[in-house]
């Protein structure tokens, strides 16, 4: 038994492999399905001459599921002091995400906050629940991943706010490193329903925190079971509250730039597959 219906590969650990070999490489490793960021997507348009109709197809051919576009964050209220030039920031708004979704296939728009705009659960609840309705008007789901370096930080937030809102379309993301950073209470899956997890994202780190919670989430996350967040023992208790969805790793080193795109998927293929089954990796 796994918590796993489907083994995702998650577009932010091979951000500057162009569209066709992303989708090879996941396809080598044993992948079910990828996720896609914008920027990724436009550049699969402007530079690498693929329509949406050719990226599909490119997906067809090799098997592979596109089953989420990722980072959607046109729910967060204006902040005069942002420019967009935070690293996780989006250009598009969310009638582009919903586009892009329905044209690659994907049921799923991820959506989170991370700039430092404090933003009250009310509001963030009422946001968040208007982005769902707006989602289902393309028959989308809507996974809120919560970032422990964001305004909604940690799963019981998180949850307050999908509850709050009641949108039978919204669901959770669940990050492995947002989980443990934003301070991880098993007590708070008591009361979320299995079948709202959307996804299960993995990674690892050490359990004392960085300065810099960003500089880790976009450099310095480790494999699954290399370091000392005992991601077994969290999938373990997923798998007794009755999750079951779709998971893959999402983290980047610089060093993968170098090497060969399907070197890559086939290590974190591994590591997903060992963590799932209750193994740690050596470190």
């Known amino acids: 038994m796994s918590i796993a219906s489907e083994?995702?590969?998650?577009?932010?650990c091979l951000l500057a492999t162009p569209f066709r070999d992303f989708v090879a490489a996941a396809a080598s490793a044993g992948f079910?399905?990828?996720?896609?960021?914008?920027?990724?997507?436009?550049?699969?348009?402007?530079r690498e001459g693929l329509t949406p109709a050719a990226m599909r197809q490119v997906l067809e051919d090799a098997g592979i599921a596109c089953v989420e576009l990722e980072g959607c964050d046109d729910w967060a209220p204006e902040s005069p002091n942002d420019q967009g030039s935070t690293p996780f920031r989006s250009r598009w708004d969310r009638s582009?995400?919903?586009a892009a979704a329905t044209e690659l296939g994907a049921d799923t728009v991820s959506a989170g906050l991370t700039g430092d705009q404090p933003v009250s659960v009310t509001e963030?609840?009422?946001?968040?629940?208007?982005?769902?309705?707006?989602a289902a008007r393309f028959d989308l789901r809507v996974s809120l991943e919560f970032v422990a370096f964001g305004p909604v930080r940690d799963l019981a937030t998180g949850w307050q706010i999908l509850r709050d809102g009641g949108q039978p379309n919204g669901g959770l993301t669940i990050d492995v490193s947002h989980l443990i950073r934003g301070g991880w209470d098993e007590h708070v899956l008591a009361d979320i329903p299995p079948d709202r997890i959307f996804a299960v994202q993995l990674c690892d780190g050490p359990l004392t925190p960085p300065a810099d919670l960003t500089d880790e989430a976009m450099f310095h996350r480790e494999l699954p079971g290399a370091g000392e967040f005992d991601v077994a023992a969290i999938i373990s208790t997923l798998e007794r509250h009755g999750?079951?969805?779709r998971?893959?790793?999402?983290?980047?080193?610089?060093?993968?730039?170098?090497?060969?795109?399907?070197?890559v998927t086939h290590e974190l293929f591994d590591a997903t597959r060992a963590v799932l089954h209750g193994n740690q990796r050596a470190n």
Request: net charge negative.
């Open 7 to 12: 083994l995702v590969l998650y577009n932010g």
């Open 32 to 46: 079910d399905a990828v996720s896609v960021w914008p920027l990724v997507y436009h550049r699969a348009v402007s």
């Open 96 to 98: 582009a995400f919903f």
């Open 124 to 134: 963030a609840t009422d946001r968040f629940g208007a982005l769902c309705t707006d």
């Open 243 to 245: 999750v079951y969805t």
């Open 247 to 263: 998971v893959g790793a999402e983290l980047f080193q610089s060093s993968w730039n170098a090497r060969p795109p399907s070197s």
